[in-house]
């Protein structure tokens, strides 16, 4: 019923920056909450940065003033700066958007297929 689709991964030397976008579509009332994750190999998925309805952020201890989120409410779209990026910031990265595509249905949460981010010199 919904898609995320993501873009702007690839290969950045230690110390660039880089900038994903994640945009959703189908059948969609209201999104509560839109975010990113990641993965490295070997390691569970964890947080990145979400971010709610209403422009509320959290961030995870280690990107905090390197990494930003921000949101367009009218597109459903999310974007995640990265700034300063070091090699331990080297994942699979993961939109994720809590949806609710009736007004009368709960709230689900999807996830985009990833996008790779390598720092690597």
């Known amino acids: 019923q919904v898609q995320l689709v993501e873009s702007g991964g690839g290969l950045v030397q230690p110390g660039g920056s880089l900038r994903l976008s994640c945009a959703a579509s189908?059948?969609?009332?209201?999104?509560?909450?839109m975010g990113w994750y990641r993965q490295a190999p070997g390691k569970q998925r964890e947080l990145v940065a979400v971010i709610t309805s209403s422009g509320r952020t959290n961030y995870a201890d280690s990107v905090k003033g390197r990494f930003t989120i921000s949101g367009n409410n009218a597109k459903n779209t999310v974007y995640l700066q990265m700034n300063s990026l070091k090699p331990e910031d080297t994942a699979v990265y993961y939109c994720?958007?809590?949806?609710?595509?009736?007004?009368?249905?709960?709230?689900?949460?999807?996830w985009g297929q990833g996008t790779q981010v390598t720092v690597s010199s």
């Open positions: 189908g059948i969609i009332f209201s999104i509560n909450v």
């Open positions: 994720n958007a809590n949806v609710k595509s009736r007004s009368w249905q709960n709230p689900y949460n999807y």
